[in-house]
């Protein structure tokens, strides 16, 4: 309002208006540019005073507390955030979308990570036998990806039953074509499930549950969240083997590392390597209601295969059974959505 009041009364011909001073006719600058400030606005003079009022705050004498345009250290005022309107903010992909794409990116013998997919199959298959693992036994092989552990623990389970799942139904698609192909067709002992969320399909408790390069994909609070549904569908006797990459591993501290480089976004845009310690795993693991039975180092040999070779898997594993101690309602509770 300064600046317009100053054009105007200068194309007018009457000067600048100082606040306090009078005009050639003697009329107070005040009247005057109450007078000019109705009639631009064409208001009704319901009452001058009020008008006047008005006028001397936005004309910012010097004695105005009004508040400045420029912001703190003399930049402009940033406008307010917009509430209403504005766009939503996005929730990162989920672990299904993400597998997914990762599963059709990726040819099947890659898609479920790096290394020799024959050799890392037959050591994982050892690692289980040597946790118990007999060729009678119901082994649920969550996170089976397609085939690289189903291929050798199918012809092991020769009296016993195989149920692998996985978030990914292109995974499981290549599963199925890798037995198919080795074995003619699906053998009756073998099923594969889709496993959307951490609700495991099936009725009677298996012998065994394995996990491998599953949990390295998961947060800790859903790591949490399968390892206690777990326990929900197994047996005091059940044996649960788990892959981890605790940061004692070289391996996962570079992983650690380049997963840091990456902003927010782009590390939630892909699947993701997620790091831990052994301390953090089993206080998790605890919590769900599983006791740690052993580990077996990722970078030393964790097992010896058939062929009498020591092998290791790059992943550390952890062995777990059902916690004796823990009893229903023993869970946090869920906080409210």
Request: net charge negative.
């Amino acid at each position: 309002m300064r600046v317009r009041a100053t054009i105007t009364f200068r194309a007018q011909g009457l000067g600048e208006p100082e606040l306090g001073g009078r005009d050639r006719s003697g009329m107070g600058w005040e009247k005057v540019l109450t007078l000019h400030y109705i009639a631009r606005m064409k208001l009704r003079p319901f009452s001058p005073a009020r008008y006047s009022a008005a006028l001397r705050r936005r004309l910012r004498s010097p004695t105005s507390n009004t508040q400045p345009e420029s912001g703190i250290g003399g930049g402009p005022r940033q406008a307010p955030p917009e509430i209403d309107g504005s766009e939503p903010s996005r929730s990162p992909p989920s672990y299904a979308n993400l597998y997914e794409d990762h599963a059709l990116a990726l040819p099947p013998d890659s898609s479920i990570g790096d290394g020799d997919f024959d050799l890392i199959g037959r050591i994982e298959l050892s690692i289980l036998v040597d946790a118990g693992l007999k060729p009678s036994s119901y082994l649920f092989d969550f996170g089976c990806g397609t085939g690289r552990l189903a291929i050798h623990a199918v012809p092991y389970l020769s009296e016993g039953k195989y149920v692998g799942t996985d978030i990914s139904p292109t995974m499981l698609r290549h599963a199925t074509a890798l037995l198919t192909k080795e074995f003619g067709a699906t053998p009756l002992n073998v099923q594969f499930l889709t496993q959307p969320d951490e609700t495991f399909p099936t009725v009677v408790a298996p012998d065994m549950i394995c996990a491998y390069s599953v949990f390295t994909h998961m947060d800790h609070e859903d790591l949490y969240r399968y390892l206690r549904t777990a326990r929900e569908a197994s047996a005091p006797s059940t044996v649960l083997v788990a892959s981890c990459l605790p940061m004692d591993l070289r391996v996962a501290r570079e992983i650690f590392l380049a997963s840091a480089a990456k902003p927010h976004d782009q590390r939630w845009a892909a699947v993701r390597n997620v790091v831990t310690s052994r301390d953090l795993f089993e206080a998790v693991a605890t919590l769900a209601g599983w006791a740690v039975c052993s580990w077996l180092s990722g970078d030393a040999p964790a097992t010896v295969l058939s062929d009498g070779t020591p092998a290791a898997l790059g992943q550390s594993v952890v062995v777990m059974r059902p916690s004796l101690d823990h009893q229903e309602g023993d869970e946090p509770v869920d906080p409210p959505a």
